[in-house]
């Protein structure tokens, strides 16, 4: 049996199962990427639930494992080497658990990049740009009189998503007939955009076609349906 003792996340969310993977998450869009990877895969994992809403990743537990202080996290007792290995951001745990597994990652060299081209695009541009959005719609930042920053968001993410549009052209998925971590990365935060934040008239979703048909592809998936709904939330 795995020993995580070295981990002081461990100490507060203790693993039953010590030889599976063990997530630290919330299910927020960057939550549910690895969610639903590790179901896309299969590999056995135990989710633990983060309640972001009290501030629980900032505890000196969570913070030993991810000091940025963010969902999701994961700890592999079969990591490199065989040794159990820590690692956090969604982006680096898609590829790990990618290349772990050799699924969900084209082989060849040339689609490979262009797939993880795609994820860093979603790391760098539509969460951040989507996030903003939500916050200064939704949140406390709708408070605000002045309205610019609303409108930036707004553009910018509009014109996101019609990147996403045109790379749909011809494509069920971003790489074309095959789903990878590409698509995985972006479904938590489309989805979230339209249906959380209210902001689909606010971009003019349905003026798409393209992103919204990849959309419900993507949604009618078993194991994104069951990944959307990890770590469970305490009733």
């Known amino acids: 049996m795995a020993d995580l003792s070295a981990f002081p996340i461990t100490s507060r969310w203790a693993a039953q199962h010590p030889d ?5 998450s919330t299910p927020t869009p ?11 895969t299969g590999l056995p994992y135990e989710p633990h639930f983060i309640n972001i809403g ?3 990743t900032w505890g000196p537990e969570f913070l ?6 963010k969902i999701p996290a994961i700890i592999d007792p079969n990591g490199p080497e065989g040794k159990p290995f820590g690692l956090f951001e ?18 060849d060299p040339v689609r490979r990049y262009e797939t993880i081209q795609w994820v860093f ?17 939704k949140f406390a930042g709708r408070e605000i009189e002045d309205k610019r920053p609303l409108e930036r968001y707004r553009n910018e993410s509009k014109r996101l998503l019609g990147v996403l549009e045109t790379r749909l052209e011809g494509r069920d998925w971003i790489m074309g007939e095959e789903y990878t971590i ?4 972006l479904l938590g935060w489309v989805r979230n955009l339209i249906g959380f934040y209210g902001a ?21 998936r078993p194991a994104v349906e069951r990944g959307l709904a990890i770590p469970a939330r305490p009733a």
């Open 30 to 40: 960057n939550g549910v990427k690895v969610s639903i990877m590790l179901e896309e």
């Open 90 to 107: 969604s982006g680096a745990i898609l590829l790990y658990l990618a290349e772990k597994t050799g699924q969900l990652l084209p082989s």
């Open 20 to 24: 599976r993977i063990q997530l630290y």
């Open 182 to 185: 590409a698509d995985i990365s």
């Open 64 to 69: 030993s494992l991810n000091p940025n202080g």
């Open 200 to 220: 689909g008239e606010l971009v003019e979703f349905d003026s798409l076609k393209r992103v919204p048909a990849w959309l419900e592809r993507g949604l009618a």
């Open 54 to 56: 009290e501030n629980e």
């Open 121 to 137: 695009f979603q790391m760098a541009a539509v969460g951040p740009m989507f996030g903003q959005l939500g916050f200064f719609h």
